[in-house]
């Protein structure tokens, strides 16, 4: 792959910023617009709808959430600094884990194959700033929809057992996670994460290579990628080749100044009064979201009407999803599609049969296993972790 592919796409790049301010002006406007806009092209992509080209920020249409698994080529894309990688030499490329430990490792593609055993999970992917489009005020940032985020099968090792090879050293703190994305001046910091000690250790973060079967499409962090199920993607490093153990809490620019929420259960916050203490960004809110059909675009009196969907949290996984045709007074059960694991979404269904035709207002709801469901409102300064209760129109004719 060659850089200037990633670059020429101006005209597609200015029709996204037309886009983002008819959003922001009248979400229903905005819809139109996206409607009519072009989608991007990138390598190994189909028809995603660009953000920006440089870095690429690219989001899928909701259509292809009508699959339990994303398709690859389906799939978001979110990078934060403009020099990314566009090849990567799989012979010479190295996985490097060093710092507070006893074993440094300069690990190899293939030792990564063939020296720990390969692990497999379902889980969703989902940028922090999903669905910022729909906070009102509206908040700075990338105005994404609801298609930033994406489920896949991540295949690769367990990050415990290279942290193991290493043998940390006692005292070891915290984690940091690096690719070989880097950041195109001095004064704009790499993006580097960090998990605790504890939570690089928990037995469900990987080191993935694979995604739904395949190498990682090099715009999701070929040829290896940090996987935290449960957690939002700002941890899922791509191209990761860089590993450091620390005897101190890191605090890196995009850990103590980026991706912070307010320090609540709801990360929220007030416009007018914003929270005194924030925290970093972590596990995911239960929320759930409509994915448009065939039926509902083209909903008929007498016939029936299928209501779609997928409900997602951070690992509890879901226990059922609500369907409102009154603004919350009633609920109504949907079924749910099997469970794919817990940080897996769980796809949803209710049939819905109008005798006449009019216009309704349908709202959904999911409640996870701990009995957490999702907010009636909610406001932060970042536009982070949306899980209101979302609703739909459908006209009948």
């Given at each position: 792959?060659?850089?200037?592919?990633?670059?020429?796409?101006?005209?597609?790049?200015?029709?996204?910023?037309?886009?983002?301010?008819?959003?922001?002006?009248?979400?229903?406007?905005?819809?139109?617009?996206?409607?009519?806009?072009?989608?991007?092209?990138?390598?190994?992509?189909?028809?995603?709808?660009?953000?920006?080209?440089?870095?690429?920020?690219?989001?899928?249409?909701?259509?292809?959430?009508?699959?339990?698994?994303?398709?690859?080529?389906?799939?978001?894309?979110?990078?934060?600094?403009?020099?990314?990688?566009?090849?990567?030499?799989?012979?010479?490329?190295?996985?490097?884990?060093?710092?507070?430990?006893d074993a440094p490792l300069s690990l190899s593609l293939d030792a990564l194959r063939q020296d720990f055993g390969p692990v497999s999970l379902v889980a969703v992917n989902q940028c922090s700033g999903n669905s910022r489009s729909f906070f009102e005020p509206r908040v700075f940032g990338g105005q994404w929809g609801n298609g930033a985020m994406g489920n896949a099968r991540w295949t690769?090792?367990?990050?415990?057992?290279?942290?193991?090879?290493a043998r940390l050293k006692a005292g070891a703190v915290d984690v940091t996670f690096q690719g070989l994305d880097r950041a195109p001046l001095p004064?704009?910091?790499?993006?580097?994460?960090?998990?605790?000690?504890?939570?690089?250790?928990?037995?469900?973060?990987?080191?993935a290579y694979e995604m739904n079967g395949q190498p990682l499409p090099m715009l999701n962090g070929f040829p290896l990628r940090l996987i935290v199920p449960g957690w939002y993607a700002t941890y899922w490093v791509k191209s990761l080749n860089d590993i450091t153990v620390l005897d101190k809490p890191f605090d890196g620019f995009w850990m103590a100044k980026a991706y912070r929420v307010p320090k609540n259960s709801e990360m929220n916050e007030d416009p007018k009064a914003l929270a005194p203490e924030t925290i970093p960004i972590?596990?995911?809110?239960?929320?759930?979201?409509?994915?448009?059909?065939?039926?509902?675009?083209?909903?008929?009196?007498?016939?029936?009407?299928?209501?779609?969907?997928?409900?997602?949290?951070?690992?509890?996984?879901?226990?059922?999803?609500?369907?409102?045709?009154n603004a919350g007074q009633t609920w109504e059960a949907a079924s749910l599609d099997p469970d794919l694991g817990k940080y897996s979404w769980r796809r949803w269904r209710y049939t819905f049969k109008p005798l006449a035709a009019g216009k309704f207002t349908v709202t959904c709801r999911a409640t996870n296993n701990a009995g957490e469901t999702q907010s009636t409102s909610q406001w932060n300064r970042s536009g982070y972790a949306r899980n209101v209760l979302e609703t739909m129109n459908l006209t009948v004719g």
């Open positions: 792959m060659h850089r200037r592919r990633f670059l020429q796409l101006g005209a597609a790049a200015a029709a996204t910023s037309l886009l983002d301010r008819a959003r922001a002006a009248d979400p229903a406007k905005g819809a139109a617009a996206q409607a009519q806009m072009e989608f991007a092209k990138f390598p190994q992509k189909t028809d995603l709808i660009l953000h920006t080209d440089s870095p690429p920020n690219l989001e899928t249409p909701l259509r292809y959430f009508r699959e339990d698994l994303t398709p690859n080529d389906a799939f978001f894309v979110r990078w934060h600094l403009a020099l990314i990688p566009t090849a990567v030499d799989v012979d010479t490329f190295r996985l490097v884990v060093h710092g507070h430990v690769g090792v367990r990050l415990k057992d290279i942290l193991g090879k004064t704009v910091p790499n993006f580097i994460k960090s998990l605790s000690v504890d939570q690089a250790n928990s037995p469900d973060a990987l080191i972590s596990a995911m809110k239960v929320r759930s979201i409509f994915v448009p059909t065939e039926s509902t675009e083209r909903a008929k009196a007498g016939d029936a009407v299928e209501f779609q969907g997928i409900a997602l949290d951070g690992g509890n996984g879901i226990a059922k999803v609500e369907i409102s045709f």
